[in-house]
């Protein structure tokens, strides 16, 4: 056993170890005809729109009684497919000369998932997005041709995660003080595109993003990891695009200089459109809202409806959220339920840490809409001042769609 690990294990919190659950892997497995075979959990039509490698949440089917996002629920995005991996033989591979002792990836630190559980576990609720969620209203909304899945909002979710923190883990191990850079590599088969062989999924982020609320996550609301959500384990980067939390973490390599990959030089990141060719790749999200009803919606006339929604940022808390239920006529202000109704989990600590990375649910009353044709709008502000706006700048890849969008009405 390597010195680095035995001083982890030496070092950790006295907890129980929670039962690794290689069984809930190959479970659920859906026949061939249901759809998409790289997703291995089932995909209802009433529930999914099924893109093939990825696959989207209605979110008209959304339960505005529920606060959290259940993984059965939750969008799918993936590269290649899910892969299925043994809990019992799974390791979590860390090297690179950001090490206190320096180790090549030959030589990298190994731990295994009881390993990491036996360190102080915590429990983070965030934001769960991909960087297109929105994509489809360029098109539709500002008349603009973009690349990509044409996702309309449902690429989204809130997930009360639970892990061990990467700056528990990094702290153990021994940080050079020069670090800056740390690549995460996930298990999943290599991507390919065209004739080009990109490698596996792999981002790299800052040291300093490491070590303020990175989680390496083995759970979701209190269950294990759904295999198409990173079973066994996967990065979690709160508040940043959904790439940067790379599922079925299989490697962490901790380096002195600035780390690389095809997912932050040629992949998510702004070209085209509006912006320059230099632009730096994408990390944080944006401001977004989204109402909570059919896209278009029909209600009925001569009844008053409250309706509801929900504001997210990756930056910061919702500040309010603005609505116009006659197209951007008149506005007013909405009511946030700021309660966040998951703390169900009483045995486990709330980290400190968990800084209101959640959506913020919104509603506003309609007293008895007259026949006709409407268009809903919400604009969301968050607490570091960031705004929705009315358009989106233009890019080629239909990133961070966050413009208010024009959601249509009928009352009948």
């Given at each position: ?28 497995q859906r026949p061939a005809a249901a759809g998409a075979p790289s997703i291995v959990k089932p995909l209802p039509p009433e529930r999914f729109v099924d893109f093939g490698t990825n696959a989207e949440m209605r979110w008209d089917s959304v339960d505005p009684r529920r606060y959290l996002t259940p993984q059965a629920d939750l969008f799918v995005r993936n590269h290649t497919a899910t892969p299925t991996i043994d809990a019992a033989t799974y390791r979590l591979r860390v090297f690179g000369d950001g090490l206190r002792e ?311």
């Amino acid at each position: 056993m390597p010195t680095s690990r035995r001083s982890v294990l030496a070092s950790a919190a006295a907890a129980p170890i929670a039962s690794t659950v290689a069984s809930t892997v190959g479970q659920a497995q859906r026949p061939a005809a249901a759809g998409a075979p790289s997703i291995v959990k089932p995909l209802p039509p009433e529930r999914f729109v099924d893109f093939g490698t990825n696959a989207e949440m209605r979110w008209d089917s959304v339960d505005p009684r529920r606060y959290l996002t259940p993984q059965a629920d939750l969008f799918v995005r993936n590269h290649t497919a899910t892969p299925t991996i043994d809990a019992a033989t799974y390791r979590l591979r860390v090297f690179g000369d950001g090490l206190r002792e320096a180790r090549s990836e030959a030589d990298a630190v190994s731990l295994s998932l009881r390993d990491l559980r036996r360190l102080p576990r915590t429990r983070l609720t965030a934001v769960h997005e991909c960087t297109g969620n929105g994509r489809s209203f360029f098109a539709s909304q500002q008349g603009q041709t973009v690349s990509g899945t044409a996702w309309r909002l449902g690429s989204v979710g809130t997930v009360e995660w639970e892990g061990v923190r990467l700056r528990t883990v990094l702290r153990r191990l021994g940080l050079d003080r020069d670090a800056v850079s740390i690549m995460a590599t996930g298990l999943d088969d290599p991507f390919r595109s065209g004739t080009t062989d990109y490698g596996r999924v792999r981002r790299p982020f800052p040291v300093t993003k490491g070590l303020d609320d990175a989680l390496l996550a083995w759970g979701a609301n209190g269950q294990p990891l759904l295999p198409d959500h990173g079973f066994p384990l996967r990065l979690v980067l709160p508040g940043w695009i959904g790439i940067a939390s790379i599922k079925w973490l299989g490697s962490l390599e901790v380096a002195t200089r600035e780390l690389t990959s095809p997912w932050n030089t040629t992949f998510y990141r702004m070209t085209g459109g509006d912006y320059p060719a230099d632009s730096p790749p994408l990390t944080v999200n944006p401001v977004r809202s989204a109402w909570e009803l059919p896209l278009p919606a029909i209600l009925a006339a001569g009844r008053t409806h409250t309706l509801t929604g929900r504001a997210w940022s990756g930056a910061a808390p919702i500040a309010r959220v603005d609505v116009s239920l006659d197209g951007g006529a008149t506005w007013r202000r909405a009511d946030l339920d700021d309660r966040h109704p998951h703390g169900h989990h009483g045995h486990h600590r709330r980290d400190r840490g968990d800084r209101g990375h959640g959506w913020t649910q919104f509603s506003v009353r309609w007293p008895k809409p007259r026949p006709g044709s409407y268009q809903l709008l919400a604009r969301a502000t968050d607490r570091a001042g960031r705004t929705q706006p009315d358009v989106s700048p233009l890019n080629a890849q239909g990133y961070f769609f966050d413009a208010v969008v024009k959601h249509p009405v009928t009352v009948v």
